[in-house]
Antibody, heavy 123, light 108 residues
């Protein structure tokens, strides 16, 4: 069974750094064509793409948060890690990891999602 | 870069046809995907590449695209279709993923 599962703190304080982990089961982060993204969603609001890392370690970031984000992968643990610095209450929301579909002809719809992890930023 | 615009809400009578739009300049040149999100759940793709339905998605879901608008159509809407729907594309030039603001569908 193929699953993605997010984990991380439920509560962080303003100015702290958030570290989230996406653990893959049934798929390898190193498989050619694997592209894993992080997406967040403030309560009741829209989805926002944050970052992506590919099987060959190429990284992509949303422009507005580029200076605060870092994405990496741990091949031995089959995980993708996202860090976000200088957290603010506006960063409160559910954080998802998802796969960009590698199938030819699908052109990168997001076909596998984790259940999401809720992060609140408050002092 | 694209800015994807969706109506905040759409209402449809049970069994009637619902249409949800996603607008952006020249969106007709891109491949748009549509997601359904129920409360407390992750989004699920219901249409990929403008018009294609993944296996397991009911036939009443269809998509189209033309000019500056992509459209998700739900024919014969059911109560179970009440959800938030998001459009999404992959911007080839920036290699960024973009989402629309989401549309809440209410089935009356």
């Amino acid at each position: 069974q193929v699953t993605f599962k997010e984990s991380g703190p439920a509560l962080v304080k303003p100015t702290q750094t958030l570290t989230l982990t996406c653990t893959l089961s049934g798929l390898s982060v190193s498989t050619s064509g694997m592209r894993v993204t992080w997406i967040r969603q403030p309560p009741g609001k829209a989805l926002e793409w944050l970052a992506r890392i590919d099987w060959d370690d190429e990284e992509f970031y949303t422009t507005s948060l580029r200076t605060r984000l870092a994405i990496s992968k741990d091949t031995s643990r089959n995980q993708v890690v996202l860090t976000m610095t200088n957290m603010d209450p506006m960063d409160t929301g559910t954080y998802y990891c998802a796969r960009m579909n590698p199938q030819p002809g699908r052109l990168f719809d997001l076909d596998i999602w984790g259940q999401g992890t809720m992060v609140s930023v408050s002092s | 870069s694209y800015k994807l615009t969706q109506p905040l809400s759409v209402s449809v009578a049970l069994g009637q046809t619902a249409t949800i739009t996603c607008g952006a300049d020249n969106i007709g040149n891109e491949d748009v995907h549509w997601y359904q999100q129920k409360p407390g759940q992750a989004p699920v793709v219901v249409i990929y590449r403008n018009t294609n339905r993944p296996s397991g998605i009911p036939e009443r879901f269809s998509g189209s695209i033309s000019g500056n608008t992509a459209t998700l159509t739900i024919g014969g809407a059911q109560g179970s279709d009440e959800s938030v729907y998001f459009c999404q594309l992959w911007d080839r030039s920036s290699k960024h993923i973009l989402f629309g603001g989401g549309t809440t569908l209410t089935v009356l």
